[in-house]
């Protein structure tokens, strides 16, 4: 997922009832059936930009964010990190990032930094709801990310 116009392109909505794993394509053209992923871990946070741009990230400071980390099964090092929009009756995926694009931070116990290591270097601060919640996750991340590396 990459900006487009200064604004972050919004991916298809998908039922919140849905029971299938999200999948994502490699590239232009239909998504292949082997692409189905699995979540790793899925929490709480709210969003907010720290680059020069304006944050053009619906819902962004809603408690209906999730940040989602998945895994293809069927490839090795194959990290997806998600923001999803969990609000009403659907969820939506805002952004999703290969991990091996990121590059991710500890800021605080409950603030944590994502920067794209690629140009334009946009980055987002996650505020989780508990430190708790945010030990998990970065524990979690930062190993997947470790992996993704290798």
Not at 23 to 43: F, I
Not at 64 to 76: E, F, H, I, K, V
Not at 111 to 137: G, I, K, T, V, Y
């Amino acid at each position: 997922m990459a900006l487009s116009s200064g604004s972050w392109a919004l991916p298809a909505p998908v039922p919140a009832s849905s029971q299938q794993p999200a999948c994502s394509g490699r590239g232009p053209g239909p998504v292949p059936a082997a692409c189905c992923s699995t979540v790793l871990m899925s929490v709480r946070v709210s969003v907010s930009h720290s680059g020069i741009r304006p944050l053009c990230l619906p819902g962004a400071g809603s408690d209906s964010l999730r940040l989602q980390l998945s895994m293809d099964p069927n490839l090795a090092g194959e990290f997806r990190l998600a923001l999803r929009d969990t609000s009403g009756n659907r969820s939506v995926f805002i952004a999703e990032f290969d991990l091996r694009s990121v590059q991710y931070e500890v800021k605080s116990s409950r603030c944590h930094e994502m920067r794209l290591a690629a140009s334009p270097h946009d980055c987002l601060r996650f505020n989780f709801r508990c430190d708790r919640e945010a030990e998990a996750w970065s524990t979690v991340v930062i190993s997947s990310l470790r992996e993704a590396h290798r």
